[in-house]
């Protein structure tokens, strides 16, 4: 058996229903659609997305609160993970570099989950104050950059 000699017995074969394609093939002039109408338009579908029959789609009637923060994400390293590496030096390369964030370009802040016993020097664009506090205790120094 190959796939060029498979039958499917007796199950029905339709083709598919060229529309559109001339009054010969019965399905031409208006190709199925009617006549006149929002489903006639070629934008039917997709205008249809949130259509509800004319009253207001529920996307406007429901009330809008709260407040969409816009800010930046901020990729968090802990002081747990830094005091395990081998490094002193930590700024945004040496962190991907360790692979303790996965881009350069986001921003970087430290968190003081963990405990920290070196001294290391860290440049980074936000730290908490525990975490601050607990690097200077070890003797390093924080950079805000």
Do not use: C, Y
């Amino acid at each position: 058996m190959e796939l060029n000699t498979l039958n499917p017995g007796k199950a029905k074969v339709v083709k598919r229903k060229r529309i559109g394609r001339g009054p010969g093939s019965g399905w031409g002039t208006t190709a199925g659609r009617g006549q006149k109408g929002a489903g006639a338009r070629k934008s039917a579908k997709a205008g249809r997305v949130a259509f509800e029959g004319g009253q207001m789609p529920i996307h406007r009637r429901i009330p809008k609160r709260g407040f969409k923060h816009a800010g930046l994400d901020f990729q968090i390293v802990n002081i747990k993970r830094l005091a395990a590496s081998s490094v002193t030096e930590f700024d945004a390369q040496a962190m991907f570099d360790q692979g303790l964030i996965k881009n350069i370009d986001l921003p970087v802040k430290v968190l003081a989950f963990g405990a920290i016993d070196k001294a290391i020097n860290v440049k980074v664009n936000a730290i908490s104050e525990k975490a601050k506090a607990a690097i200077e205790a070890a003797g390093g120094k924080v950079e805000i950059i």
